[in-house]
Structures are given as structure tokens and as C-alpha cells.
């Protein structure tokens, strides 16, 4: 019997839904680590952060999918690190804040724009090209930055190596971004090969949508029932 991709998204999202909403807290045991631990602490949490941020990674699926070749890759994913590390890196030191479910919020809109882009939504449904890509990569990296600096602000960092702590936590990022990537890359790149990877475009791209409205309605939810 051949396995039904029509039916992924929904099986997937029904299995990852318990951790992905778990996954972004800012845990004690994190706070513990940065409190007795130096820069390499805050390196090691911002790269656990990045690995275990599915609204990010799932973003970066989306583009992946979008993309043909190794430089492709490479430029977008570099104009989408650039993005992120600005606002993370400046909001942070400057104390910009947000409500973090609102800046999570828009955060699985990029998700939910990604996977309708990627299905043609906005030619099909919208009779109009989609916005240039790179823009919009770099748009979304500085609002996934602003996420990023929106967590990072809630642990006490104090007063001492602050800067230092801040360039670490992005370090950190940028090493879990490039190990949560590799095995993404080879997966899609592996899978364009075959026979299926229509059906698994499809299947994944809607499993982005869905999971993006259901990660927003979440978060709005937290917004105004969570007591913030």
C-alpha cells in the first residue's frame, strides 16, 4: 500500500502539535545554565533555541522549497541571517520589546505566507505576482530576529559582559540554524529526485499553511487569555 501524502500535514501536525507549542518557553533550567556558565552558556542556549524554534525552521522550509540550487540556498539563507541578527542584536541591546505572543503571531503568519506563496496562492487566488523573495526573506529575518531578542530579553542576562552575551547568544543561533538545516537541505534535495516530491511539495506547503494559522490562533489565545 502506498503511503498518502494528501493525508501528511494533518498526521503531522497532529503529532508534533504537544511539542512545537512547548518548545519555544524560556525554561529555569536555560536560565540556570546562563547563570552559571559564561559566554559559551549563552551560545549554548541561543543554538538550542534555534533548533527547538519550529516557527523559524518551518519558515526556512518554506524558502528551501522555493530554491533550485546550493548558491540559492547560501544567498537567501545568508540575507535571512543577516535580517535576524540586526534586530536581535540591536533590539536587544536597546531594550526594544514586544509582546511575545504577538511577535510570535506574525512570526507564523511568515510561516502561513510561505507555504501560500509557495503553492502559487497569490497568482491563483490573488491574480497578482508574488513580492520579490529576498526582499521578503530579509523583511521576515528582522521580524524572526525581534522574536529571537523578545526571548533572550527574558532571562537575566545583568549588567556584566552584556554585549558579549548578546553577540554569543547570536552565535549561538547561527550554529543551531546551520545544524537544524543540513538535514532539511538533504531531505528535500534527496526527495526532488523522485517520483513523490510533487506530492510531498504539496503535502508540506499545506502542512505550512495549516500549521501557520494554527500556530497564530494560538498565539492570539495567549495574547488575550494568557494573562500578559
Known amino acids: 500500500m502506498k503511503p498518502s501524502f494528501k493525508k501528511l500535514p494533518v498526521t503531522l501536525l497532529f503529532l508534533f502539535t504537544p511539542f512545537l ?50 548558491k540559492d540556498i547560501v544567498r537567501f ?6 535580517g535576524h541578527s540586526i534586530t536581535l542584536i540591536g533590539a536587544t541591546y536597546l531594550g526594544i520589546k514586544a509582546d511575545e505572543h ?17 503553492l502559487g496562492g497569490f497568482e491563483k487566488y490573488l491574480k497578482f505576482k508574488s513580492p520579490n523573495l529576498l ?22 542576562v ?30 528535500i534535495s534527496q526527495w526532488k529526485n523522485k517520483k513523490s516530491f510533487d506530492s510531498f511539495y504539496k503535502a508540506t506547503n499545506l502542512y505550512l499553511i495549516i500549521a501557520g494559522i494554527g500556530l497564530f490562533l494560538y498565539q492570539m489565545y495567549g495574547y488575550y487569555y494568557g494573562g500578559h
Open 135 to 156: 526582499l521578503m526573506v530579509f523583511i521576515f529575518g528582522l521580524i524572526h530576529g525581534f522574536g529571537l531578542s523578545t526571548r533572550l530579553q527574558s532571562f537575566d
Open 21 to 70: 507549542l512547548a518548545a519555544h518557553g524560556v525554561s529555569s533550567a536555560d536560565q540556570e545554565i546562563l547563570n552559571n556558565g559564561g559566554l559559551l552558556s549563552y551560545i549554548y542556549v541561543g543554538a538550542k533555541h534555534m533548533v527547538t524554534g519550529y516557527d523559524h525552521l518551518l519558515f526556512l522550509v518554506g524558502v528551501i522549497f522555493y530554491l533550485s540550487g546550493f
Open 102 to 118: 504577538l511577535i510570535d503571531a506574525v512570526i507564523a503568519l511568515s510561516v502561513l505566507y510561505k507555504g501560500f506563496e509557495n
Open 77 to 82: 539563507i545568508t540575507v535571512f541571517t543577516i
Open 158 to 187: 545583568g549588567s556584566s559582559q552584556f554585549l558579549a552575551k548578546i553577540f554569543s547568544f547570536n552565535v549561538g543561533v547561527e550554529l543551531g540554524q546551520i545544524c537544524a538545516l543540513i538535514p532539511i537541505v538533504f531531505i
